[in-house]
């Protein structure tokens, strides 16, 4: 199996378990070895007293990001931490997209970095740090 056809069949090992993405509506836009670029839309149900994107799902759209980059290569990986800036407000009906990359990946820890666009300006840079738990994806 290439590079990238494991990659594949690691993201669709976990889009199978991952409620939490799909209950977002979060689509898979693509998937590489140490990348993944995740999208979503600003529903109503999104949006916060300011009326502008609340920042966990702005953050939660970041976080799966980084989880199908770190979990390309079958070693199951979790986070071990995360942060995230945010630069300007999402909007209702905005769409998101979440690009992250592979920084550097040594031993069982893994860096990620992760830009979150609206409407092609970006909005928010996560950090994520991977840590391996010994543990395969695909069985």
């Given at each position: 199996m290439s590079p990238q056809e494991l990659a594949l069949a690691c993201a669709a090992a976990m889009w199978a378990e991952d409620r939490a993405?799909?209950?977002?509506?979060?689509?898979?836009?693509?998937?590489?070895?140490?990348?993944?670029?995740?999208?979503?839309?600003?529903?109503?149900?999104?949006?916060?007293?300011?009326?502008?994107?609340?920042?966990?799902?702005?953050?939660a759209l970041a976080d799966s990001a980084f989880a199908f980059a770190a979990n390309t290569r079958d070693e199951r990986?979790?986070?071990?931490?995360?942060?995230?800036?945010?630069?300007?407000?999402?909007?209702?009906?905005?769409?998101?997209?979440?690009?992250?990359?592979e920084v550097r990946r040594v031993g069982r820890s893994g860096i990620y970095d992760v830009s979150v666009s609206a409407n092609?300006?970006?909005i928010a840079e996560f950090r994520g740090h991977s840590r391996t738990v010994g543990q395969k994806l695909l069985t």
């Open positions: 993405s799909q209950g977002l509506g979060v689509e898979i836009a693509s998937i590489a070895p140490g990348a993944a670029e995740l999208a979503m839309n600003v529903r109503e149900d999104m949006v916060n007293g300011h009326g502008t994107a609340h920042g966990g799902f702005i953050f990986c979790v986070a071990g931490q995360c942060h995230i800036a945010y630069l300007r407000p999402a909007r209702l009906g905005d769409r998101l997209m979440a690009r992250a990359s092609g300006e970006v």
